[in-house]
């Protein structure tokens, strides 16, 4: 604690391997990303470019009708993955924070990380083999005689859904479970022995308590799903389109890289709106702690 | 102990409790386990329930050239950007929780952005950029761009092991008459080296599985797994991609525990 307010130390140099490679391939080509959004063509291979708004006008004027329909839908996806996100990993995360065996932690811990060190593809790939038409659940309610034919639970935004919230509720878990492990227990001890049951105490103590971790995990799996590509163009078929689609169509099929960078940038400024509430946050939370 | 004692025979809203929360478990955990059925189910599309267990599609798997390559460079990928993102992003953390910089917060908060912002497009501004300086598709573009959404773990993990450990232990052997040089390379390295290590686990695991990034930064005929993989899951639903799968959820599981192994899974709580 008695670190002294000095002039920087020679082990600042450390940083600039670090800073280097930031400028070079994340500052610099988000800016070219922004440039190339304002141009009409590639301005180096292609002499007659000029600068223009008209990616930003296409998007606003949408004569297709599609993309502002992919923005909602994008918007809507992330939303409700948010909300179910937090339905099922509020309880989870309450439950590893205040487990007391150790043990039963440390499986909790894995069963939460597993998921995580599993890439999108192949989580996105399991769901496919559950929801689809000839999948786990249709099979088996049809075999059961319960349906007699396949229920759509795939290729449209249900499945989509379910296989972002199962994506991105470990990155629920992890968030709040750190801010309820914080939350001192006696607090709500203190009101169940005034006289409150356990939902009122929780209600009243521990969930005010925890809203800051909310919010904060909230805005993470947000952020994070209004980005996914992944998993909404092999969940979603025909049925959804979402801005991470559109850009990727832009640049695969259509190549017009520079509609892309405007969609990109679009994507970017929601994002951005988001990055910053949620350090916001975090850095309130530092501060309560009392950092290091 | 005691407290258990004194609970009533049968508590309902416990066992609602216990019960939603197990549910929640078996979400996460089940989806993982049906790949493991459908690479040992033989049948030629994926259909259950499984009638049997063969070793077929790991045949296919690893006989294909495609899948091969794929994996091949993958790991190499992974491989190198394990290396660098130890390397950058140690030293980045170092110097974030020693050098005494000014606008440390807003540095921290710089580093981790890649976490932040959209894989996605991180690939698609990399993408504009490699084709605006007509540099083509290389591998080390690949690289730097997996490298550069890798490090945020690193630094992550690091600094968490830096801000945890007791700063006198660095003053005693100071005072005892160890160079700076020498207290970094006998002190501070050996008690960073858990928190580094798991960091570079993660950026192995970040590679090895990214997508987003990858994306547009592949050339045809030199694209990673997860790319081959999804471009096959398109038009081909077999049991091939589940024992790709298995096989990168095993090197996943062997991740998890030599994580803890490590450094104790307890520490990412913090995020």
Known sequence: MSVVKARPSPIAWLIAPALLLFLLFFVLPFGVMAVMSFFSANPISNPNAFLTTKHYLRFIDDDAGIFHDALWSTLRIGLVTTIVSLLIGY??????????????????????????????????????????????????????????KPLPLMYNEFGTVVALVHIYVPFMVLTLAGVIGRIDERLEQAARSLGAGRLRAFVEVTLPLSLPGILAGSLLVFALSISAYVTPSLMGGTDVLTLPMLIAQQVGTSFNPNFAGALGMILLIVCFAIVIAYN????????????? | MSAAANKRPFDAGRAAYLGLNLLFIAFLLVPIAIVIVFALNPTPYISFPPVGVSLKWFAKFFDSAEFMSALWLSLWIAGCVLVLSIVIGGACALALAR????????????????LMLPAILTGLALFQSYLLAGVGRPVWGLIAA???????????????????????????????????????????????????LAGGVFAFIVSFDQFP???????????????????????????????ASMVSILLALGVVLALERLIGLRAYVKL
């Open chain 2, 146 to 196: 997996h490298t550069l959404v890798a490090v945020p773990y690193v630094l992550r993990t690091t600094l968490a092991v830096l801000y945890n450990f007791d700063r006198r232990v660095e003053e005693a052997a100071a005072a005892l008459g160890a160079s700076p040089t020498r207290v970094f390379f006998e002190v501070t390295l050996p008690l960073i080296r858990p928190g580094v």
């Open chain 2, 99 to 114: 050098g005494n910089l000014p606008g440390r917060a807003f540095l921290t908060a710089f580093f981790m952005s890649p």
């Open chain 1, 91 to 148: 309880p989870l995360a309450h439950w590893m924070a205040r487990i007391q065996s150790r043990l039963a932690n440390m499986l909790l811990m894995m069963a939460v990380i597993a998921p995580l060190l599993t890439g999108i593809v192949v989580r996105t790939f399991a769901w496919m083999t559950i929801l689809q038409d000839k999948g786990v659940i249709n099979t088996t309610l049809m075999s059961w005689g319960l349906i007699s």
């Open chain 2, 213 to 243: 990034v990858s994306l547009f930064l592949v050339v045809p005929k030199g694209e990673t797994l997860p790319v081959v993989l999804f471009n096959y899951m398109k038009f081909d639903l077999d049991g091939a991609i589940a024992a």
């Open chain 1, 280 to 292: 916001k946050i975090l850095a309130r939370l530092a501060g309560e702690e009392g950092l290091a």
